[in-house]
């Protein structure tokens, strides 16, 4: 039999039963594995580390996406930073009234596999007409846009470690604030409040948004495949509370059928435990 296995901390591992390894490759970024699995289907890793799987993609992408757009149905120009399996650009690519999306992603390699390997994210996404892709780093990407040119930014990225380092620094989400415009809205990967590790960097993203962004926020999402299970997006912006400025009506009015995201767990979302919100305001 053969097992992935994933250090989850310094005293716990997770596990995953796979049949075969469909690819491997060592990209001047990462190195790449796709592997075939029952449980969760088919799935890939970059350095060792869980990124997408068929079975539980669509919670990540569904909280990544909906969110912004049940706060601000009128969002037109969307920038995607990381994001290469393409499940984030192909849940944005569902609002008609989207406009452009460009998705800066460094790794060329992570999407073309994706196309191969994993098109549940990755197909229809390249076809379309809204649709710009740029492999480039994202924060070089963003300190080159121009002031105000973007409705939304999402920052799927991977952990604050090797390439991802960049997208977790003050000068990245003061870029980020420099391209949104006056309504914009920043969604970032805020990472998990468990196990020590994780912990910290998140506090460490927090503090460095709250100290850009007028309206800061966090919310939180299951993913049975990450380190605890328990996961957390930050929602920064300079003019909509993702509480007070929710728009239920306007949201359902699009149709969109989403098997995770729904306007009463959006609320629900953003209630955090105690310990996640006290680790959160800490300096
Ligand atoms: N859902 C995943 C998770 O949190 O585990 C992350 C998805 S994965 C597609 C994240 C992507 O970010 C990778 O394809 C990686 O190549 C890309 N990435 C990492 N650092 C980047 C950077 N500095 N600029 C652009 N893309 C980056």
Redesign the pocket.
Known sequence: MNWYTEQWSDDCKFSLRYNKELHSEQTP??KIDFYEGEEFGTFFT?DG????NEKD?FI?HDMITHPAFATNPDIKKVLV?????G?TAREVLRYPNVEKVVM????ER??RLCQEYLPVTAKGVEEDPRMELRF????A?VKNAPDASFDLILV????PI??????FTTAFYKECFRVLNDKGILIN?HESPYFAEYAENMKKAHRKIRDIFPITNVYQYHMPT?PSGH?LFGFASKAFDPLKDLKAAEWEKFGLETKYYNTDLHKGAFALPSYVKEALLSD
């Open positions: 970024f990462q970059l580390l869980m990124m997408v993609e990540y930073i990381g994001g290469g399996d499940g800066a992603e460094i790794d992570v999407f480039e780093d994202g924060l990407y799927d990225s991977t952990d090797s390439v991802g380092e960049g997208l990967q990450y996961w």
